[in-house]
Each structure stands twice: as C-alpha cells, then as structure tokens.
C-alpha cells in the first residue's frame, strides 16, 4: 500500500496542570471527522505559522489560555492522518505546565475541555492518533 504524505502540519499542546492532570477536549458532533472523540486543543496550522505559533493559537482559540515563554517541543512525527488510510501528516507535539484550574477554561470549541487525571486518559473513547501520542507521554512520565 502507497503511502502518502499530505502537506498538512497538525500542531497540538499537552497542557498539564498543578495536580499532573491533562487537559483534554471532548469534540463536538459536527467534528470532521471524530465527532465525539476525545483530543487534545490544537490543529492546523496556517500559512506563514510556525508550529509553535500555531499551537500558542489554537491553544488560546481552544480554551482562553494564553501560554508565556516557551512551549516545550515534545514530539515531532508523521503519524496517521486517520480515518484516511495510507494517508499520514506531520504532528507537532508541545507541552506546557500551566497555574490554570478548569473553571479559567474558555471553552472556544468542542463540547467540552477537561482536566482529567492521567490514569483515565486512556479510558476515554480518542482519537487513535491522539491516543499514539498520549500513549508516548505516559511512557516518558512514567521513567
């Protein structure tokens, strides 16, 4: 099977908070695609962005949180860019600890954005690239 590689960059945040939790975004149902799958605040990012950039941006859109000094880069890879099969797109992974708590949430899209302890990140129904991601995360934090 061909694979092919869209030009397409996805930058996305882990955002951590005081107590270790994760803050996720639960989609709403005109998501395309995933509706009702669970994510993490980001997307695409737009001409003349920086990775970095795009996921301050999105990061603020997303949820009212705006991030000072520097995002960590996490993780770069071409993953998945599922459900299109054969079809794979560059992920830009940051990570930030904030002093936010859930009531300073803006929530900008989705149904809903959560933090949610560690342990339970994996039980919630992902989006299967997001759980590759979250997957790696729990690996790193737990060495």
């Known amino acids: 099977m061909e694979q092919k590689i869209r030009d397409h960059h996805i930058a996305v945040v882990l955002v951590i908070d005081q107590q270790g939790q994760l803050l996720m975004q639960h989609r709403d149902g005109t998501a395309n ?19 970095e950039e795009a996921a ?3 990061l603020e859109e997303e949820t009212g949180l705006k991030v000072h000094g520097n995002l960590k880069l996490f993780w770069e890879s071409i993953l ?16 930030v600890q904030t002093q936010a708590r859930q009531e300073d949430i803006v929530l900008g899209e989705g149904q809903a954005m959560v933090f949610t302890p560690l342990e339970r990140v994996l039980d919630l129904d992902l989006i ?8 790696r995360f729990l690996e790193q934090a737990n060495q």
Do not use: D, F, M
Request: charged content about 20%; aromatic content about 10%.
């Open 80 to 95: 998945p860019a599922n459900p299109l099969p054969g079809v794979y797109r560059q992920w830009h992974v940051y990570s």
């Open 128 to 135: 299967p690239t997001v759980r590759l991601i979250i997957e």
């Open 33 to 51: 695609p995933w509706p009702h799958k669970w994510g993490l605040p980001g997307g695409g990012i737009e001409p003349g962005e920086t990775p």
């Open 56 to 58: 301050r941006r999105e």
